[in-house]
């Protein structure tokens, strides 16, 4: 089997099992399960660390290309690791639900090695693909923006409370709006999962991008970062409430900085003409 072809064989076992790892542990925090009974995600996510790693070797060694040499490589590696240590640490650590984050980002991480290194001219890519990462940043804003406005609800219904006052305006209660705020983004974190992955593979490299570019391409890392730690931290460390709150305004402010970005860059087009 020669390289392209047993490249995308490992590619693509990695990026599917990626995929119903994720989801599956999605399913499983959302319907609050057991760990003793979240057995199949974590399977899966040990054979797609496996094509990960077989990728990495056909991709690195039998290429001849130094992963020391590529800022992507050194990510995959990193991802790769990050699911092997949680995968031999989840039991004794107590650390299962970590596997919601953990899987996606080895499923960024490995679409962003093989779409971003590739040296071949730009590919033009299909509408529907496009218009998939267009949806699925608009339905993640618009899940965002309402667990940004119960955040909001919160601190203002938790700081009357702690005032003595009675609620004004009938806001729902405490924990009605903590419940919201974690529901919310519990819907929109798998969106912004799959914005980030499409815009991975629609993203020209860093030598190529303008400085305007490479900061939305950031923000929008940091951003998902920031979501996956106020959903990691609520599901490990317990945090709730305020702290919550204050952490979904922060990733939702990251939203609409990378929003205000796409906003203004007709601006620096018209500009550099």
């Known amino acids: 089997m020669n390289m392209p072809s047993s490249s995308l064989v490992t590619f693509s076992a990695a990026v599917l099992t990626y995929v119903a790892s994720t989801a599956i542990f999605y399913w499983d925090v959302a319907k609050s399960r057991e760990p003793r009974d979240r057995k199949l995600a974590p399977a899966l996510l040990a054979l797609a660390a496996a094509a990960h790693g077989g990728y990495v070797t056909l991709a690195s060694v039998v290429a001849h ?26 039991r004794s650590a107590r650390i299962d639900a970590l596997g919601l984050l ?25 509408a529907t693909f496009i218009g998939l990462h267009v949806l699925a940043s608009l339905a993640g804003f618009a899940m965002f923006l309402l667990a940004c406005g119960a955040a909001v609800l919160y601190l203002l219904q938790e700081k009357r409370l702690k005032s003595k006052r009675l609620p004004e305006g009938g806001l729902p209660a405490l924990d009605s709006l903590d419940r919201a705020v ?12 799959l914005a980030v992955a499409t815009g991975t593979v629609w993203a020209k490299t860093f030598e190529q991008a303008s400085p305007q570019e490479v ?59």
């Open 182 to 193: 974690h529901h919310f983004l519990i819907a929109g974190f798998p969106l912004l999962t």
């Open 65 to 90: 290309v130094c992963p020391v040499h590529s800022l992507q490589f050194m990510l995959s590696m990193a991802s790769l690791l990050a699911s092997v240590a949680y995968l031999v640490a989840r």
């Open 215 to 273: 900061l939305r391409n950031v923000l929008s890392y940091v951003t998902w970062l920031v979501f996956a730690a106020v959903l990691g931290l609520r599901i490990v460390g317990g945090w709730r409430g305020r702290r919550a709150a204050y952490g979904t305004v922060a990733g939702f402010a990251c939203v609409v900085m990378v929003l205000a970005l796409y906003v203004v860059r007709p601006l620096f087009s018209h500009g550099a003409t």
């Open 102 to 126: 953990v899987a996606p980002l080895g499923l960024v991480v490995v679409l962003g090695t093989f779409f971003v290194t590739d040296a071949h001219p730009a590919r033009r890519l299909p």
